[in-house]
Protein backbone atom coordinates (compact mmCIF):
# COMPACT_ATOMS: atom_id res chain seq x y z
CA UNK A 1 0.00 0.00 0.00
CA UNK A 2 1.39 3.78 -0.93
CA UNK A 3 2.47 6.27 1.68
CA UNK A 4 -0.59 8.48 2.19
CA UNK A 5 -0.15 11.91 3.83
CA UNK A 6 -3.40 13.21 5.05
CA UNK A 7 -3.68 17.43 5.40
CA UNK A 8 -6.53 18.73 8.01
CA UNK A 9 -7.39 21.86 6.63
CA UNK A 10 -7.59 23.74 3.16
CA UNK A 11 -6.47 26.75 4.08
CA UNK A 12 -3.38 27.92 2.79
CA UNK A 13 -0.92 26.46 5.43
CA UNK A 14 -2.97 23.44 4.13
CA UNK A 15 -3.01 24.29 0.12
CA UNK A 16 0.77 24.93 0.04
CA UNK A 17 1.70 21.43 1.88
CA UNK A 18 -0.14 19.51 -0.30
CA UNK A 19 1.06 21.24 -3.32
CA UNK A 20 4.73 20.96 -2.41
CA UNK A 21 4.00 17.33 -1.32
CA UNK A 22 2.45 16.45 -4.94
CA UNK A 23 5.57 18.13 -6.76
CA UNK A 24 8.19 15.70 -4.94
CA UNK A 25 5.30 12.95 -5.97
CA UNK A 26 3.31 11.91 -2.59
CA UNK A 27 0.02 10.71 -2.56
CA UNK A 28 -2.34 13.42 -0.56
CA UNK A 29 -5.17 13.55 0.78
CA UNK A 30 -6.85 16.84 1.96
CA UNK A 31 -9.73 17.25 4.77
CA UNK A 32 -11.51 20.14 4.99
CA UNK A 33 -14.09 20.92 7.64
CA UNK A 34 -16.38 23.41 5.67
CA UNK A 35 -17.47 23.24 2.09
CA UNK A 36 -14.68 25.85 0.55
CA UNK A 37 -11.59 26.01 0.84
CA UNK A 38 -8.63 29.02 1.77
CA UNK A 39 -9.65 29.44 5.48
CA UNK A 40 -9.24 33.10 6.02
CA UNK A 41 -8.58 33.91 2.33
CA UNK A 42 -11.91 32.34 0.59
CA UNK A 43 -13.78 34.64 -1.74
CA UNK A 44 -17.86 34.03 -1.63
CA UNK A 45 -20.81 35.65 -3.37
CA UNK A 46 -21.87 38.11 -1.25
CA UNK A 47 -26.02 38.87 -1.64
CA UNK A 48 -25.40 42.14 0.04
CA UNK A 49 -23.74 43.68 -2.30
CA UNK A 50 -24.18 41.47 -5.09
CA UNK A 51 -20.57 40.03 -6.22
CA UNK A 52 -18.12 37.92 -5.79
CA UNK A 53 -16.04 39.77 -2.70
CA UNK A 54 -13.01 38.93 -0.22
CA UNK A 55 -13.78 37.25 3.58
CA UNK A 56 -11.20 39.89 4.34
CA UNK A 57 -8.33 41.76 2.39
CA UNK A 58 -4.64 41.03 1.95
CA UNK A 59 -1.76 42.66 0.50
CA UNK A 60 1.18 40.62 -0.45
CA UNK A 61 4.91 42.00 -0.85
CA UNK A 62 6.84 40.96 -3.78
CA UNK A 63 9.81 40.43 -0.94
CA UNK A 64 6.83 37.44 0.45
CA UNK A 65 9.20 34.68 -0.65
CA UNK A 66 7.28 31.71 0.20
CA UNK A 67 3.58 33.50 -1.11
CA UNK A 68 5.34 34.16 -4.49
CA UNK A 69 6.90 30.69 -4.81
CA UNK A 70 3.54 29.23 -4.27
CA UNK A 71 2.24 31.54 -6.70
CA UNK A 72 4.45 30.31 -9.03
CA UNK A 73 3.48 26.62 -8.31
CA UNK A 74 0.50 27.12 -8.84
CA UNK A 75 0.52 29.11 -12.09
CA UNK A 76 -1.10 32.40 -10.32
CA UNK A 77 1.68 34.84 -10.43
CA UNK A 78 0.46 36.97 -12.88
CA UNK A 79 -2.66 37.42 -10.96
CA UNK A 80 -1.11 39.59 -8.27
CA UNK A 81 -1.24 43.35 -9.28
CA UNK A 82 0.64 46.34 -7.99
CA UNK A 83 2.55 48.94 -8.94
CA UNK A 84 5.81 48.76 -10.81
CA UNK A 85 7.56 49.98 -8.29
CA UNK A 86 7.30 50.28 -3.86
CA UNK A 87 5.18 52.93 -3.47
CA UNK A 88 2.40 53.37 -0.67
CA UNK A 89 -0.16 56.42 -0.73
CA UNK A 90 -1.32 57.47 2.18
CA UNK A 91 -3.95 60.62 3.37
CA UNK A 92 -4.38 62.16 6.47
CA UNK A 93 -8.27 62.51 7.30
CA UNK A 94 -7.48 64.90 9.81
CA UNK A 95 -5.38 67.63 8.09
CA UNK A 96 -6.04 66.42 4.29
CA UNK A 97 -2.78 65.69 3.65
CA UNK A 98 -1.59 63.25 1.18
CA UNK A 99 1.48 62.00 0.04
CA UNK A 100 3.35 58.59 -1.18
CA UNK A 101 6.25 57.05 0.30
CA UNK A 102 8.55 55.38 -2.55
CA UNK A 103 11.07 53.90 -1.66
CA UNK A 104 14.51 52.97 -3.90
CA UNK A 105 15.16 49.67 -5.10
CA UNK A 106 18.82 48.79 -3.27
CA UNK A 107 19.03 47.80 -0.16
CA UNK A 108 20.84 51.37 0.97
CA UNK A 109 17.52 53.17 2.25
CA UNK A 110 18.75 56.36 0.16
CA UNK A 111 14.88 57.37 0.08
CA UNK A 112 14.84 58.53 3.21
CA UNK A 113 17.24 61.44 2.35
CA UNK A 114 14.48 62.76 -0.43
CA UNK A 115 11.46 64.77 0.92
CA UNK A 116 9.28 63.54 -2.00
CA UNK A 117 9.49 60.25 -1.21
CA UNK A 118 9.90 59.88 3.09
CA UNK A 119 6.73 60.51 5.15
CA UNK A 120 5.87 64.40 5.65
CA UNK A 121 7.09 66.41 8.21
CA UNK A 122 10.25 63.80 9.29
CA UNK A 123 14.01 63.77 8.45
CA UNK A 124 16.62 61.38 7.64
CA UNK A 125 17.44 61.02 11.06
CA UNK A 126 14.36 59.85 12.60
CA UNK A 127 14.52 56.47 10.71
CA UNK A 128 17.25 55.36 12.50
CA UNK A 129 15.42 54.42 15.26
CA UNK A 130 13.55 51.47 13.02
CA UNK A 131 16.79 50.19 13.09
CA UNK A 132 16.28 49.09 16.85
CA UNK A 133 13.67 46.74 16.28
CA UNK A 134 16.06 44.34 13.60
CA UNK A 135 16.85 42.30 16.60
CA UNK A 136 14.91 42.85 19.56
CA UNK A 137 14.60 40.43 21.94
CA UNK A 138 11.94 37.74 21.46
CA UNK A 139 10.19 38.83 25.27
CA UNK A 140 10.13 42.40 24.61
CA UNK A 141 6.91 44.69 23.56
CA UNK A 142 7.53 47.53 20.36
CA UNK A 143 6.71 49.84 23.56
CA UNK A 144 9.88 48.50 24.79
CA UNK A 145 12.30 49.73 22.38
CA UNK A 146 11.38 52.72 20.02
CA UNK A 147 9.12 55.45 21.03
CA UNK A 148 5.32 55.10 20.01
CA UNK A 149 4.94 58.88 19.23
CA UNK A 150 6.02 61.26 17.13
CA UNK A 151 5.66 61.90 13.24
CA UNK A 152 7.15 59.38 11.99
CA UNK A 153 5.41 56.46 14.49
CA UNK A 154 1.87 57.78 13.80
CA UNK A 155 2.45 57.98 9.84
CA UNK A 156 4.54 54.91 8.98
CA UNK A 157 5.27 52.53 11.45
CA UNK A 158 2.32 52.88 13.69
CA UNK A 159 0.43 51.80 10.18
CA UNK A 160 2.74 49.05 8.88
CA UNK A 161 3.22 47.53 11.95
CA UNK A 162 -1.05 47.67 13.07
CA UNK A 163 -1.77 45.79 9.38
CA UNK A 164 1.17 43.45 10.02
CA UNK A 165 0.63 42.14 13.85
CA UNK A 166 -3.08 42.84 14.34
CA UNK A 167 -2.39 44.56 17.54
CA UNK A 168 -1.96 48.04 19.03
CA UNK A 169 2.04 48.37 17.90
CA UNK A 170 3.45 49.28 21.09
CA UNK A 171 2.23 46.04 23.32
CA UNK A 172 2.91 43.89 20.23
CA UNK A 173 6.36 41.88 20.23
CA UNK A 174 9.17 42.96 18.84
CA UNK A 175 10.89 40.65 17.40
CA UNK A 176 8.05 40.02 15.10
CA UNK A 177 8.00 44.00 14.07
CA UNK A 178 11.55 43.51 13.40
CA UNK A 179 10.88 40.31 11.17
CA UNK A 180 8.43 42.43 9.18
CA UNK A 181 11.21 45.25 8.97
CA UNK A 182 13.65 42.82 8.16
CA UNK A 183 12.02 41.27 5.23
CA UNK A 184 10.49 43.99 4.02
CA UNK A 185 12.25 48.15 4.48
CA UNK A 186 15.77 46.61 5.32
CA UNK A 187 15.28 45.16 2.11
CA UNK A 188 14.88 48.05 0.05
CA UNK A 189 12.38 48.47 -2.64
CA UNK A 190 12.66 45.34 -4.29
CA UNK A 191 11.14 43.77 -1.57
CA UNK A 192 8.30 45.99 -0.71
CA UNK A 193 6.20 46.50 -3.75
CA UNK A 194 2.33 45.88 -2.74
CA UNK A 195 0.47 43.37 -4.52
CA UNK A 196 -3.02 42.43 -4.63
CA UNK A 197 -5.57 40.17 -5.89
CA UNK A 198 -7.75 42.16 -8.23
CA UNK A 199 -10.20 39.42 -9.04
CA UNK A 200 -10.24 38.27 -5.82
CA UNK A 201 -7.90 35.69 -3.37
CA UNK A 202 -9.94 32.81 -4.43
CA UNK A 203 -9.26 32.87 -8.15
CA UNK A 204 -5.48 33.51 -7.39
CA UNK A 205 -4.60 31.86 -4.36
CA UNK A 206 -7.35 28.94 -3.84
CA UNK A 207 -8.93 27.56 -7.34
CA UNK A 208 -5.23 27.64 -9.11
CA UNK A 209 -3.95 25.04 -6.71
CA UNK A 210 -7.37 22.91 -6.15
CA UNK A 211 -7.12 22.72 -10.28
CA UNK A 212 -3.23 21.70 -9.65
CA UNK A 213 -4.12 18.94 -6.74
CA UNK A 214 -6.54 17.15 -9.30
CA UNK A 215 -4.56 17.19 -11.86
CA UNK A 216 -2.16 15.21 -9.60
CA UNK A 217 -4.78 12.85 -8.04
CA UNK A 218 -4.37 14.33 -4.92
CA UNK A 219 -8.44 13.95 -3.40
CA UNK A 220 -9.50 17.03 -0.97
CA UNK A 221 -12.67 16.01 0.81
CA UNK A 222 -15.22 18.69 1.83
CA UNK A 223 -17.27 18.85 4.84
CA UNK A 224 -15.22 16.15 6.35
CA UNK A 225 -14.17 17.63 9.76
CA UNK A 226 -11.67 15.84 11.91
CA UNK A 227 -13.73 14.67 15.51
CA UNK A 228 -10.90 13.04 16.91
CA UNK A 229 -7.28 12.35 16.67
CA UNK A 230 -6.12 8.47 17.73
CA UNK A 231 -2.29 7.57 19.19
CA UNK A 232 -0.54 5.03 20.32
CA UNK A 233 3.00 5.96 21.99
CA UNK A 234 5.03 7.99 19.60
CA UNK A 235 2.74 7.73 16.38
CA UNK A 236 -0.71 8.85 15.32
CA UNK A 237 -2.88 5.50 14.20
CA UNK A 238 -5.99 7.02 13.37
CA UNK A 239 -8.19 9.73 12.40
CA UNK A 240 -11.97 9.64 13.12
CA UNK A 241 -14.13 11.94 11.38
CA UNK A 242 -17.10 11.01 13.12
CA UNK A 243 -19.25 9.16 10.37
CA UNK A 244 -15.98 7.44 9.28
CA UNK A 245 -12.55 6.73 10.48
CA UNK A 246 -9.30 6.48 8.75
CA UNK A 247 -6.44 3.60 10.13
CA UNK A 248 -3.25 5.26 9.16
CA UNK A 249 -0.60 2.77 7.96
CA UNK A 250 3.17 2.78 9.45
CA UNK A 251 4.20 4.80 7.05
CA UNK A 252 1.28 7.32 6.34
CA UNK A 253 1.66 10.47 8.06
CA UNK A 254 -0.36 13.83 9.22
CA UNK A 255 0.11 17.21 8.57
CA UNK A 256 -2.38 19.35 10.92
CA UNK A 257 -3.13 22.82 9.26
CA UNK A 258 -5.82 24.30 11.32
CA UNK A 259 -6.52 27.22 14.01
CA UNK A 260 -4.87 27.03 17.31
CA UNK A 261 -7.75 26.65 18.90
CA UNK A 262 -8.75 23.40 17.05
CA UNK A 263 -5.45 21.96 17.23
CA UNK A 264 -5.75 22.33 21.08
CA UNK A 265 -9.19 20.90 21.59
CA UNK A 266 -7.93 17.75 19.40
CA UNK A 267 -4.08 17.32 21.39
CA UNK A 268 -4.81 17.87 24.87
CA UNK A 269 -1.60 19.21 26.33
CA UNK A 270 0.02 21.05 23.76
CA UNK A 271 0.66 24.77 24.21
CA UNK A 272 -0.72 27.12 21.22
CA UNK A 273 -1.69 30.92 21.59
CA UNK A 274 -4.73 31.24 23.22
CA UNK A 275 -5.73 35.35 23.06
CA UNK A 276 -6.74 36.64 19.91
CA UNK A 277 -7.69 39.62 17.97
CA UNK A 278 -10.30 40.76 15.72
CA UNK A 279 -10.04 42.06 12.07
CA UNK A 280 -12.88 44.10 10.25
CA UNK A 281 -13.43 44.74 6.76
CA UNK A 282 -16.09 46.72 5.71
CA UNK A 283 -17.38 46.22 1.17
CA UNK A 284 -19.35 48.77 -0.77
CA UNK A 285 -20.27 48.36 -4.02
CA UNK A 286 -19.52 51.62 -6.26
CA UNK A 287 -17.08 52.29 -9.10
CA UNK A 288 -13.77 53.49 -7.58
CA UNK A 289 -12.96 57.17 -9.02
CA UNK A 290 -10.10 57.26 -11.03
CA UNK A 291 -7.60 59.05 -8.92
CA UNK A 292 -8.26 56.69 -6.32
CA UNK A 293 -4.99 54.43 -5.80
CA UNK A 294 -5.37 50.64 -5.77
CA UNK A 295 -4.13 50.70 -2.09
CA UNK A 296 -4.14 53.84 0.21
CA UNK A 297 -3.42 53.85 4.06
CA UNK A 298 -5.49 56.29 5.96
CA UNK A 299 -4.31 57.80 9.34
CA UNK A 300 -6.57 59.95 12.05
CA UNK A 301 -9.68 57.82 11.10
CA UNK A 302 -11.09 54.77 11.55
CA UNK A 303 -10.81 53.43 8.49
CA UNK A 304 -6.84 52.15 7.84
CA UNK A 305 -6.21 50.61 4.11
CA UNK A 306 -8.87 51.40 1.41
CA UNK A 307 -8.29 48.77 -1.41
CA UNK A 308 -9.56 49.89 -4.60
CA UNK A 309 -11.28 47.05 -6.58
CA UNK A 310 -13.56 46.95 -9.68
CA UNK A 311 -16.89 47.53 -9.12
CA UNK A 312 -15.95 47.65 -5.35
CA UNK A 313 -14.07 49.91 -2.30
CA UNK A 314 -13.10 47.32 0.83
CA UNK A 315 -11.81 48.63 4.05
CA UNK A 316 -9.62 46.67 6.77
CA UNK A 317 -9.66 47.94 10.11
CA UNK A 318 -6.68 45.77 12.25
CA UNK A 319 -6.78 45.16 16.06
CA UNK A 320 -11.09 45.51 15.72
CA UNK A 321 -12.04 44.19 18.70
CA UNK A 322 -13.63 47.66 19.67
CA UNK A 323 -15.98 47.67 17.01
CA UNK A 324 -16.94 43.90 17.35
CA UNK A 325 -20.39 45.09 18.64
CA UNK A 326 -21.22 48.01 17.37
CA UNK A 327 -24.33 47.94 14.95
CA UNK A 328 -23.76 47.00 11.13
CA UNK A 329 -25.47 49.52 10.24
CA UNK A 330 -23.73 52.13 11.99
CA UNK A 331 -20.39 50.81 11.53
CA UNK A 332 -21.01 50.76 7.50
CA UNK A 333 -22.20 54.71 7.85
CA UNK A 334 -19.18 55.67 9.47
CA UNK A 335 -17.14 53.57 7.56
CA UNK A 336 -18.50 55.21 4.38
CA UNK A 337 -18.58 58.72 5.69
CA UNK A 338 -14.88 58.30 5.85
CA UNK A 339 -14.52 56.62 2.57
CA UNK A 340 -16.76 59.11 0.56
CA UNK A 341 -14.36 62.03 2.34
CA UNK A 342 -11.08 60.37 1.39
CA UNK A 343 -12.24 59.59 -2.65
CA UNK A 344 -14.55 62.65 -2.86
CA UNK A 345 -17.30 60.03 -3.86
CA UNK A 346 -21.60 60.60 -2.72
CA UNK A 347 -22.86 60.36 0.96
CA UNK A 348 -25.28 57.71 0.36
CA UNK A 349 -24.22 54.74 1.76
CA UNK A 350 -23.96 52.36 -1.59
CA UNK A 351 -24.65 48.68 -1.26
CA UNK A 352 -22.63 47.06 1.95
CA UNK A 353 -21.40 43.87 3.86
CA UNK A 354 -19.44 43.90 6.75
CA UNK A 355 -17.35 41.28 7.50
CA UNK A 356 -16.06 40.74 11.66
CA UNK A 357 -13.35 37.97 12.68
CA UNK A 358 -13.24 38.03 16.32
CA UNK A 359 -10.51 35.75 15.95
CA UNK A 360 -8.72 36.27 12.45
CA UNK A 361 -5.06 35.94 14.15
CA UNK A 362 -3.46 35.43 17.48
CA UNK A 363 -2.37 38.77 19.52
CA UNK A 364 1.07 39.35 18.82
CA UNK A 365 2.22 39.96 22.10
CA UNK A 366 5.76 38.80 23.59
CA UNK A 367 3.90 36.16 25.62
CA UNK A 368 1.28 34.48 23.03
CA UNK A 369 4.41 34.48 20.34
CA UNK A 370 6.25 32.60 23.12
CA UNK A 371 3.29 29.91 23.15
CA UNK A 372 3.46 29.46 19.62
CA UNK A 373 4.64 25.73 18.99
CA UNK A 374 7.28 24.59 15.85
CA UNK A 375 6.14 22.20 13.53
CA UNK A 376 7.22 18.99 15.21
CA UNK A 377 5.07 17.21 17.82
CA UNK A 378 5.57 14.53 20.14
CA UNK A 379 3.82 12.00 17.41
CA UNK A 380 6.60 10.87 14.45
CA UNK A 381 3.95 11.17 11.80
CA UNK A 382 2.21 14.29 13.32
CA UNK A 383 3.90 17.97 12.07
CA UNK A 384 1.54 20.76 12.61
CA UNK A 385 0.97 23.45 10.13
CA UNK A 386 -0.54 27.50 10.22
CA UNK A 387 0.19 31.10 10.57
CA UNK A 388 0.12 30.53 14.13
CA UNK A 389 2.79 28.02 14.48
CA UNK A 390 6.52 29.23 15.29
CA UNK A 391 7.81 30.87 11.59
CA UNK A 392 9.45 33.90 13.09
CA UNK A 393 6.36 35.88 11.32
CA UNK A 394 3.21 37.53 12.57
CA UNK A 395 -0.18 35.42 11.47
CA UNK A 396 0.23 36.44 7.68
CA UNK A 397 -0.11 34.64 4.15
CA UNK A 398 3.10 34.58 3.98
CA UNK A 399 3.46 32.96 7.42
CA UNK A 400 0.76 30.64 6.69
CA UNK A 401 2.83 29.37 3.44
CA UNK A 402 6.24 28.99 5.05
CA UNK A 403 4.98 27.13 7.91
CA UNK A 404 2.99 24.52 4.65
CA UNK A 405 6.05 24.19 2.93
CA UNK A 406 8.12 23.33 6.54
CA UNK A 407 5.54 20.90 7.04
CA UNK A 408 5.84 19.45 3.94
CA UNK A 409 9.43 18.86 4.41
CA UNK A 410 9.60 17.81 7.46
CA UNK A 411 7.13 15.21 6.12
CA UNK A 412 8.86 14.23 2.76
CA UNK A 413 12.25 13.78 4.90
CA UNK A 414 10.57 11.41 7.27
Avoid at 16 to 37: K, W
Avoid at 124 to 136: E, F, M, Q, T
Avoid at 219 to 247: C, M, P, W
Avoid at 270 to 293: C, G, M, S
Wanted: aromatic share 8%.
Amino acid sequence: MPRIIHIIGAGLAGLSAAVELTTRGHTVVVHEATNSAGGRCRSYFDNSVGMMIDNGNHLLLSGNRAAMAYARAIGAEDRLVGPPRAEFAFFDLATREKWTLRFNDGRVPWWIFDPRRRVPGTHALDYLSIARLLWAPRDHAVGEVIRFSGTLYERLLRPLLLAALNIDPAAGSAALAGAIIRETIAAGGRACRPLIAREGLGSTLVEPALDLLGERDARVLFGHQLHAIRYAEDRITALDFGKDSINLTADDAVILAVPPYVTASLLPGIETPNEFRAIVNAHFRVDPPDHLPAILGVVNATTEWIFAFPGRISVTISAGDRLIDTPRDALAQSIWREVAAIAGLPPELPRWQIVRERRATFAATPAQDARRPGPRTRWRNLVLAGDWTDTGLPATIESAIRSGHRAAEIVAQS
